[in-house]
């Protein structure tokens, strides 16, 4: 299990929130857990909507909204139904399945922060995934193969 998923399940259990369906982890957490940057201080979930119906009543006081997307503040956690007014079940696609929790899958991650970039951390997270997709998915028998007839000058 990676650290990320360690630390929010840890963090989960102090409360205890608990869920219907597996939260998704998003935001700086995600970032993390793809090894890309330390994550801020606070952890940030998307839930479905039962789960949302559910901590509605048990935290009627911790309600948040953020232009429609509606969510909670409950100690170091921001969770969401949606974000840009997309729910649960968008972020669930490839989401990877960590236990008791779920890590949003990387592309969802890369749409989220394309959203945002207008915010300057999130222009600066979209060079870090930028990093991220040519260290991960680049083919190194081409980069081989172009550095080698680079030196050679054959082009």
Same mark, same amino acid.
């Given at each position: ?86 729910? #649960? ?43 991220? #997709?040519?260290?991960? #998915? ?18």
């Amino acid at each position: 299990m990676n650290q990320v998923t360690i630390d929010v399940n840890e963090r989960l259990n102090e409360i205890p929130l608990s869920f219907i369906n597996k939260p998704i982890i998003i935001g700086g957490m995600a970032m993390e857990y793809y090894g890309m940057r330390k994550a801020g201080r606070d952890i940030d979930l998307i839930i479905s909507q039962d789960d949302y119906h559910v901590l509605s009543e048990k935290y009627p006081d911790n309600k948040k909204d953020l232009y429609g997307d509606l969510g909670f503040l409950i100690n170091k956690f921001e969770i969401w139904r949606s974000i840009a007014l997309i729910d #649960y079940d968008f972020f669930l696609k490839d989401a990877i399945d960590e236990g008791n929790v779920l890590i949003v899958s990387i592309d969802r991650l890369l749409w989220m922060r394309v959203c945002a970039m207008e915010v300057e951390k999130y222009k600066k997270d979209l060079y870090l995934m930028k990093e991220y #997709y040519y260290t991960n #998915y680049r083919n190194q028998n081409y980069l081989q193969e172009y550095s080698v007839r680079n030196l050679s000058g054959k082009l």
